[in-house]
């Protein structure tokens, strides 16, 4: 399925983002909510996953049903794992793209990296 | 067994909103109990897990150092740099931004805050427009119509609405809650939308094409505009435009929804824009939904420390400003910076991906209370007293009003402002001995 995505704070994300290294950070944010109809059409079911990927990268999450969000759009609560579907180009403002972002999502038997696993071997 | 102290009316510093009347009860120089505070203020102010001491990395891993091994280690790093970005800012006083900002003009350094991945677009289009505003407290006693564009206030600042917006209670509206219209436009239904009296739902990067056909409604040409505009009637738009006219006292805020989608600082402009064009019919503000407690402070002092509120590249021996070339995303997605300073924020977490690649290949000193992925990025790590929960200082909420943040328990770790006076402290040294040795 081809959706849009877009990323953001949710009141758990926010609760946790000064705690990152807690799981309650990764359970509130290594997510991706779907429309019901989506979540269906994917053949889902709770604490299943789902892999997003776009050029930018892809990441695997546990899916969500949300009701408020329509066909094709995907919500991901803002921090690394929404961040490797994004890209460099800030379009000369500084600021990247962090919503409106177009992805390839598929149901996926992969599991969710967790934080420490995301960073392996980056750097130094 | 000593006697539990509560203190009042304390400043929360998670939000841009900087919610004024939290007490916090104190006993044996812990924080026991937070009231009044959301989920993300009394997740803060109770605290949690810290880095304990400084650590700089020695043969690939993060060793525990003394505070003045950090402080020369840093030095050394932004000495040898060429380029050096110090980052971050927003969740910490004004006082520790005018010592950063000090430290990159002596270490010839960019300097960019959280706001380059938040509102900076918002600042961009502040600048090209100025901002028709208000303070919160005359949004919370004049305001009959907000509109929330782009954000999520239930989550993002969950008291927003009790305290300064639709269910406050104010001198000229008693009535609170229902005596306001509240419209909600956004790309899917939130928590926010749920609450609203009309939600407007837009396609996604839809925000500039709508703003535009509200402008012409409110001129009077809608007869010009096709059906439907971003994914919205022209019925629908035509209800709000007559609503929005009709206000009494209006209220827009908008959020990260429009400053992070297609069009950016252009979104801000139409915005801002379609503000002042109300202004001919009714009283109308509008503010930006500021996140981090004080990200609107390091934009004040940046501003009257060198006349740019952000992305300012000071390696030139004078501020040069130009969102897309000094900003801290495009330097690293271009490699061009060659250290960095992360402070008070968590650049692995918030950047795409690319970017955090090219900071993992560079020295990164982080000044932080807690453990983060930037964490495992750095080379050099110092713990910090908690801004505005163990060091007094001065935060701006998302109004600009500043205020003073209140020392509610102590510690035994220095405050940024410390360790970054520690840095260039160990900055004039270094550079003293280069001197004498003659390099």
């Known amino acids: 399925m081809l959706a849009t995505m877009i990323s953001g704070r949710t009141l758990a994300q926010g609760a946790e983002c000064e705690d990152k290294m807690n799981p309650d950070f990764f359970k509130a944010v290594a997510l991706c909510h779907l429309s019901e109809k989506d979540f269906q059409s994917l053949g889902l079911s709770e604490g299943e996953n789902v892999l997003l990927r776009n050029e930018h990268g892809q990441v695997a999450l546990r899916a969500k049903a949300d009701s408020g969000l329509p066909e094709n759009m995907v919500f991901l609560p803002m921090g690394p794992w929404a961040n490797i579907l994004v890209g460099k180009d800030t379009g000369g403002c500084g600021t990247p793209h962090f919503k409106g972002v177009q992805v390839e999502v598929t149901a996926t038997d992969m599991p969710v990296l967790d934080i420490r696993e995301l960073f392996l071997n980056m750097g130094v | ?439």
């Open chain 2, 1 to 439: 067994m000593s006697e539990a102290k509560i203190i009042k009316d304390a400043i929360c510093s998670f939000c841009g909103c900087l919610c004024d009347d939290i007490n916090v009860e104190v006993d044996e120089g812990r924080v026991q109990r937070v009231r009044h505070a959301c989920r993300l203020g009394s997740s803060k102010i109770l605290g949690h897990g810290r880095i304990e001491h400084p650590m700089v990395r020695k043969d690939g891993r993060l060793v525990e150092a003394s505070f003045q091994e950090a402080y020369d280690r840093s030095a050394q790093i932004l000495l040898r740099a060429n380029k050096p970005l110090l980052y971050g800012w927003a969740s910490t006083s004004c006082e520790a931004a005018k010592k950063g900002i000090l430290l990159a003009e002596e270490v010839g350094a960019v300097i960019d805050s959280t706001a380059t991945v938040c509102h900076g677009p918002s600042v961009i289009g502040i600048e090209e427009k100025g901002l028709p505003g208000a303070t919160l407290g005359q949004v919370k006693n004049r305001a009959d119509t907000i509109v929330f564009w782009g954000c999520n206030p239930v989550e993002a600042h969950p008291r927003h609405s009790l305290r300064y917006s639709s269910n406050s209670v104010g001198r000229f509206t008693p009535q609170g809650r229902e005596g306001r219209k509240i419209v909600v436009v956004d790309v899917r239904e939130t928590r926010t939308a749920r609450n609203a009296d009309k939600f407007i739902r837009v396609n996604p990067g839809g925000d500039y094409e709508v703003i535009s056909a509200l402008r012409m409604l409110v001129k009077g040409k809608g007869d010009l505009l096709p059906q439907e505009v971003g994914g919205v009637l022209k019925a629908d738009l035509a209800e709000l435009a007559d609503m929005l006219k009709a206000a009494r006292f209006g209220a827009l805020f908008f959020g990260l929804g429009i400053t992070h989608s297609r069009g950016r600082y252009k979104n801000i402009d139409n915005a801002l824009s379609l503000v002042a064009e109300l202004n001919q019919h009714s009283k109308f503000v509008i503010l930006p939904m500021r996140g981090h407690y004080n990200v609107g402070g390091i934009g004040q002092t940046l501003a009257w420390s060198s006349g740019y509120p952000m992305s300012v590249d000071l390696t030139r021996g004078k501020p040069y400003f130009n969102p897309g070339e000094t900003s801290a995303c495009d330097l690293l997605a271009r490699r061009d910076v060659d250290a960095a300073l992360i402070i008070a924020a968590d650049a692995a977490s918030n950047f795409p991906r690319s970017t955090v690649e090219a900071l993992a290949d560079i020295p990164v000193i982080q000044i932080d209370p807690y453990e983060n992925p930037t964490t495992l990025l750095s080379d050099v790590v110092i713990p910090c007293a908690i801004a505005g929960v163990e060091v007094e200082g001065t935060a701006y909420r998302m109004d600009g009003l500043s205020l003073r943040l209140r020392k509610l328990v102590d510690s035994c770790l220095p405050s940024d402002e410390e360790i970054l006076m520690g840095i260039l402290g160990s900055v004039h040294r270094q550079r003293q001995m280069m001197a004498n040795q003659g390099v």
